[in-house]
């Protein structure tokens, strides 16, 4: 089967399920009955890559490679657009094996001219495909895909993932633009994040559990059960977040990816340490289901929200959101203390005033 028409098929189990849900119920703010500021006072301004952005959401990478695709492609791109939001597209590795599927990615760079749009590869690519992978929609900035366990749930997927590290420090190293590795829903430890900092990636994606399950889309589309334990493999968006933010230093940049869609679960994100929110399921469920104005009032309305949060943390930015208390319990603190992250240290943070 070629990679062009799996991505339909990821694209139509994906939506015969409800949207995935991060989970943060072991993170809690505490509520500031002070706050000191007013609503109008409270931006949601965030730095990412050097560049400033009106807003920490972000259109994540979803599609490409197919007539559908292209349709899709061009109305998440008319919504970027629209809401001035960045948005990464579709593994292009479709695209640079069969360059006949080039118009669905490069419909997002005709609709959004001069938006913020990031290429996207796979993690098997070479630096000559990953320029070509830019050229092709002459992106801001080129994402790194890793998806080890949906590759082996997948019947024609990978089995070799020797040499993956090498090949990203390759492509970091003569990269015309800044270079961002994501997972796809299974997330990313300290150790893997630490490497990823030190081969001289921008950002790091966390991709935890929580969104679209690839595991269960690969064995719905194979007509397989799996079991419980497999099915749920992974570390969840909250702790990914946690255990990269442990690690990472100044000019590297987080972004939160894996069921983030509702403004209290995107400012815990933030609060834990993103700078950066990607969005890719639900909005897609909201798009193709209830219409594209359903969509843009849904992300002023998640805004919104995120404003009102703010101020009632006494956060008027995101920087300020970083560093007021949160109280980390449960499981999420028992990992943390585990892997000798001090979840104590969160709750005693003081706002600077």
């Known amino acids: 089967m070629s990679g062009a028409w799996r991505k339909d098929e990821h694209l139509f189990f994906s939506l015969s399920r409800s949207p995935g849900r991060a989970d943060f119920k072991d993170i809690s703010f505490v509520h500031n009955c002070l706050p000191d500021i007013d609503l109008a006072d409270v931006s949601i301004e965030t730095s990412m890559l050097g560049r400033t952005f009106r807003s920490p959401l972000f259109f994540n990478a979803l599609t490409g490679g197919t007539r559908q695709s292209k349709i899709i492609n061009a109305k998440l791109a008319a919504a970027a657009r629209k809401m001035d939001l960045p948005m990464a597209v579709g593994s292009q590795m479709t695209a640079l094996h069969n360059r006949g599927r080039e118009e669905s990615f490069r419909i997002v760079r005709c609709i959004n001219p001069r938006g913020f749009v990031m290429a996207n590869i796979g993690s098997y690519a070479d630096p000559q495909m990953a320029e070509r992978a830019v050229k092709m929609i002459r992106a801001d900035a080129l994402q790194i895909h890793l998806n080890t366990p949906q590759e082996l749930a997948m019947a024609e997927g990978d089995r070799q993932f020797r040499g993956t ?40 994606d966390v991709g935890g ?145």
């Open 165 to 204: 590290m090498e090949r990203i420090k390759q492509i970091v190293s003569v990269s015309s633009k800044p270079v961002i590795v994501k997972e796809v829903g299974f997330g990313i430890a300290r150790e893997e994040a630490e490497m990823l900092i030190q081969s001289g990636v921008r950002a790091i």
């Open 209 to 353: 559990r929580g969104g679209t399950n690839f595991l269960v889309i690969e064995s719905m589309r194979a007509g397989k059960h799996l079991s419980a334990g497999i099915a749920g493999w992974g570390i969840n968006t909250a702790i990914s977040i946690v255990e990269t933010n442990a690690v990472s230093r100044k000019g590297i940049d987080i972004m939160a990816t894996g069921g983030l869609h509702n403004a209290l679960d995107i400012a815990k994100a933030i609060s834990l340490g993103a700078s950066a929110i990607g969005i890719a399921a639900y909005p897609l469920h909201l798009m193709l289901k209830k219409g594209f104005n359903t969509l843009i009032n849904w992300i002023a309305d998640v805004e919104k929200e995120l404003r009102i949060v703010m101020l009632m943390t006494g956060a008027s930015s995101l920087v300020d959101l970083r560093t007021v208390p949160l109280v980390i319990t449960g499981k999420t603190a028992e990992w943390m203390k585990r892997r000798d992250i001090d979840p104590d240290l969160f709750a005693r943070r003081q706002k600077c005033r």
